[in-house]
């Protein structure tokens, strides 16, 4: 059985699993209501969570590294509280004192605070380290789209990228 969160430590890391059920309840009324009924109705709490893949626009360490940044900031700042009972180390690095820090005791109760994990992707954009004060490369591009439909078509760098997307998906089942 996962941990389960207290209100305050959902309240902090912004990932509201149980802030509210349908009638207003409080966290702590929405963790009673959940313990009280789990047994006799099998139920979960999960989370699913919206995210863009990214990859490297280049082999360079510098594009790598960004689209690890771009991919904690996105996927992470949800995750890696309710997985690691912490934020991933590069918003820590950049955000420091303004990204608020967990107790123990919070940590240990959003560690492993879920029954399911769902996640929602719909693209992949590529990912470089851009210059802040450049407005040419402030945002990522939407991979093929330098392809006319008939390309993309027979893009067979691409399927051969979903193709091994979609045998991993199926394998992590």
């Not at 699913?48 to 771009?70: F, G, K, V």
């Not at 399911?116 to 450049?134: C, E, H, K, V």
Request: proline share 5%; with cysteine; net charge negative.
């Amino acid at each position: 059985m996962p941990n389960r969160p207290q209100p305050a430590a959902l309240a902090d890391s912004g990932v509201l699993l149980l802030e509210r059920i349908a009638d207003g309840s409080t966290g702590q009324q929405g963790i009673d209501f959940y313990n009280r009924y789990e047994a006799s109705q099998n139920g979960q709490i999960g989370i699913t969570l919206n995210a863009r893949w990214y990859e490297p626009y280049s082999n360079s360490t510098d594009d790598i590294n960004a689209t690890q940044r771009t991919h904690d900031f996105n996927l992470g700042w949800f995750m890696n509280p309710i997985t690691y009972g912490h934020y991933p180390d590069s918003m820590r690095d950049l955000l420091q004192d303004r990204l608020p820090n967990f107790s123990t005791e919070d940590s240990a109760s959003l560690n492993g605070s879920y029954d399911f994990l769902g996640l929602n992707y719909y693209t992949a954009y590529y990912a470089g380290n851009a210059n802040a004060s450049d407005p040419e490369h402030r945002y990522g591009e939407a991979i093929g789209t330098d392809k006319s439909p008939k390309e993309t078509q027979v893009d067979l760098e691409r399927i051969k990228y979903h193709c091994g997307h979609l045998m991993n998906v199926g394998a992590s089942m």
